[in-house]
């Protein structure tokens, strides 16, 4: 049987393949324990500075697994917590770029909102289907798209259940970079090199410190960014960069 997913190291970049093409990778639970126990160990690896999760060229993820879920019933999903261990790879804190082509669909759109980065092919098309199948989205996605491209436009998607395409998607600042397709994973391998170059307690402190503003009060915000920019100077990697700056010299960061 095909592996659910295929984990190549790069480096200190770890690619992470959505391997159901023929399913347009829709997102059963073998996917998601497959994420969430095979990644954790590198997620906590201070050798790994980023994550690329990319589907295939046609679909990123065309949703949840739509025939998985059909015939349960409300005890089942409520008592199984059914893909609560999404959970756990959106709270992963290595940095994680999503290299979408294709469709990213239901629970496919909100996997991709579970990373820090979106890199969108020309090709993407990003929807929230589920009001089409009788349902809403149920992985995040009515909390984070809304956060992410405002009411309006959030409502105009989950209401409708249209498609938008990758021009509209970082028009409205879903998406931080349209990329032709046939340079999608070359652009995102060379971000997440970058990402990956820096020192691991910097990138981690950056992006949580980018996803608490999504959570808390300006005040409140500013407060936990700046005893997070406080904390990194007990680091070696704050010593080691500000060192090379001032010797003219490119810094060697160890994630210490
Ligand atoms: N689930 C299961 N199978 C799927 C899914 C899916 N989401 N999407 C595609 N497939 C399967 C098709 O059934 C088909 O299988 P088969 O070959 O056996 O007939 C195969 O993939 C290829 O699909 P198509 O022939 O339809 O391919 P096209 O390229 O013509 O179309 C689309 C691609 C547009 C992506 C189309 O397949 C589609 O509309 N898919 C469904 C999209 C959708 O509705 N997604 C939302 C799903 S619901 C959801 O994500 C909720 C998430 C929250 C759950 C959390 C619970 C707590």
Redesign the pocket.
């Known amino acids: 049987m095909d592996k659910p997913i295929i984990v190549e190291r790069q480096g200190r970049v770890v690619i992470v393949t959505l391997n159901r093409p ?3 990778n ?2 059963n639970s073998e996917i998601m324990r497959a994420m969430a126990e095979e990644l954790a160990p590198l997620d906590r690896d201070t050798g790994v500075g980023c994550f690329v999760l990319r589907g295939s060229d ?2 990123f993820a ?8 059909a015939d349960k019933s409300f005890s089942e ?1 409520y008592n199984d917590d ?3 261990a ?1 959970d756990r790879f959106a709270a992963f804190r290595t940095p994680k770029i999503a290299a979408v082509s294709g ?1 990213a ?4 759109c ?1 996997l991709a909102m579970m990373c820090d980065i979106i890199f969108a092919a020309d090709t993407a098309m990003f929807g929230q ?2 009001i ?2 009788g ?1 809403i ?3 995040g ?1 009515s909390q984070r798209l809304t956060r992410l491209v405002g009411k309006s436009k959030a409502m105009d998607l989950i209401l409708t259940g249209r498609m938008m395409d990758a021009a509209e998607a970082e028009r409205c600042g879903l998406v931080a970079r349209v990329i032709p397709a046939d340079k999608l994973m070359e652009e995102a391998l060379k971000a997440a090199e970058t990402i990956a170059g820096y020192g691991k307690m910097a990138t981690t402190a950056a992006r949580e410190a980018v996803e608490r503003s999504l959570e808390v009060s300006l005040r409140e915000g500013i407060l936990f960014e700046r005893r997070l920019f406080h904390s990194l100077f007990a680091t070696a990697d704050q010593k080691e960069g500000m060192a090379a700056f001032v010797e003219k010299r490119s810094p060697q960061f160890k994630g210490e």
């Open positions: 023929a399913a347009r829709a997102l046609k679909a065309a949703g949840a697994d739509i025939k998985e879920m999903m059914f893909f609560a999404w469709y669909l239901g629970g496919g909100e289907p589920e089409k199948l349902v989205p149920g992985m996605g």
